[in-house]
């Protein structure tokens, strides 16, 4: 099947080239990657043309004016053309096997939900100053750094296979996120895509997972196959947080429809 690496970025070029070196080293490729940049400055259009040779990349960028993930996804989603979507951060390194992993476990009628492995802003400094790549690390080592206190956790390295307990939690929201997400592209067009009413860091991948849920769309985990590095940063600004957050409560108690009224739509 065809798919798509959905990439969203902001300012931070020296991760980007980091992921972008992972993506290129994978087992599987993907259709195409379309890098979701938020307003980033010219570094980071630097760093996506010298990756262009190798890798089938898109560059989709649009103005600065805040955080606004939501609108910026819609927009690499369109200028897509798979029929399946791994949504992804730039801040999000990969392991060899991510795509192929993706493919296996995508289904008919279910989103698959990926985690993660915190590295310490120490750790993430020599990945991004010496280019190294966690996907190299023997067992011994992972260890070592979490004895260290330099990542937070190891279950999600371990690999299982696919099964029936994978879809035990098919309505739970919580835990998904855009960082590591697959789903079906009929599905995302169905609910009309990411509501741009998210703007502001918080929550605009929860409410889309709330509105595929009740579209009948369900959650198959991917803990245990489906892992990403997902290199330190500072913490962003919260400032639309509460907003955001009533919004989802909102959403989650039904009051507002499947499909939201700012997205997909708003550019046909």
Same mark, same amino acid.
């Given at each position: 099947m065809q798919i798509a690496i959905i990439l969203t970025t902001y300012n931070r070029p020296r991760a980007l080239n980091c992921v972008l070196a992972s993506l290129a080293k994978m087992q599987a490729q993907p259709t195409e990657i379309i890098v979701a940049d938020d307003g980033s400055g010219n570094e980071t259009? =630097?760093?996506?043309?010298?990756?262009?040779?190798?890798?089938?990349?898109?560059?989709?960028?649009?103005p600065d004016e805040g955080f606004r993930a939501a609108e910026i996804r819609n927009k690499a989603v369109l200028a897509s053309s798979a029929e399946y979507l791994v949504?992804?951060?730039?801040d999000c390194m990969v392991p060899h096997d991510f795509l192929s992993q993706h493919q296996q476990l995508a289904e008919t009628g279910y989103m698959v939900a990926g985690n993660r492995v915190l590295l310490s802003e120490r750790l993430t400094h020599a990945v991004e100053d010496q280019h190294l790549n966690p996907d190299t690390w023997g067992v011994?080592?992972?260890?070592?750094?979490?004895? =260290?206190?330099k990542v937070n956790r190891l279950l999600p390295l371990v690999r299982l296979p696919d099964g029936a307990w994978r879809k035990r939690r098919p309505q739970r929201w919580q835990g998904i996120h855009t960082c590591n997400l697959g789903l079906w592209r009929r599905d995302l067009e169905a609910v009309n895509g990411f509501d741009q009413e998210f703007q502001g860091w918080g929550h605009e991948d929860a409410d889309l997972a709330i509105r595929l849920m009740r579209n009948g769309i369900r959650r198959k985990d991917g803990v245990c196959a489906l892992p990403v590095y997902h290199l330190w940063h500072r913490e962003n600004d919260r400032n639309r947080e509460v907003s955001n957050k009533a919004r989802l409560v909102a959403v989650a108690a039904g009051k507002y429809p499947i499909r939201c009224q700012k997205g997909f739509a708003q550019y046909e």
């Open positions: 259009a =630097q760093v996506v043309d010298a990756w262009k040779t190798r890798l089938p990349l898109k560059h989709i960028w649009h949504f992804l951060d730039g011994r080592q992972w260890f070592e750094y979490k004895w =260290q206190g």
